[in-house]
């Protein structure tokens, strides 16, 4: 019981670290608790210890690491329901101006001018220099928009 005790606890930690690496909303981590709580029953109890003190070491454990399991679940469902504030992805949603050239349309959105290609829905001809557009989707480095709306102007 002892040889199956310490590689169940360092199956537990080798989870833990995985968990700790690849954020799983807590799927490894939960399995990491029960083989650490199997890894201290099976100790105290090659240990000679007595019926309740593997008891009480595996309630020790599982106890606290389920409220911290579910303390991590839900503050990782919260920060995966926000919308991101960084990368291209932030910019759906966001008012440029849109600036026809040589080149092709380009955008000014956030501070940086980007591709724009005009939405499914609209067409290229009714976007012109100087129109302010909202910025539909990313695809690469070219961005999907269309004519902004009086609403999307003037909140």
Do not use: K, Q, Y
């Amino acid at each position: 019981m002892l040889t199956v005790g310490v590689i169940l606890l360092v199956v537990a930690v080798l989870l833990m670290l995985g968990e700790a690496h690849m954020s799983t909303g807590g799927l490894i981590a939960s399995v990491a608790v029960l083989a650490l709580t199997g890894a201290v029953t099976l100790l105290l109890l090659s240990a000679g210890a007595g019926l309740l003190a593997p008891l009480a070491g595996a309630a020790g454990v599982l106890a606290p690491s389920l409220v911290g399991l579910l303390v991590l679940r839900r503050s990782l469902r919260s920060a995966r329901s926000r919308r991101p504030r960084a990368g291209a992805e932030a910019m759906i949603g966001h008012v440029g101006v849109l600036r026809a050239g040589t080149t092709g349309a380009r955008v000014f959105v956030d501070g940086g001018l980007w591709r724009a290609r005009p939405g499914p829905l609209e067409d290229a001809s009714a976007l012109h220099d100087g129109d302010r557009v909202v910025v539909e989707r990313v695809d690469g480095l070219t961005l999907g928009v269309r004519r902004a709306e009086e609403w999307e102007l003037n909140p």
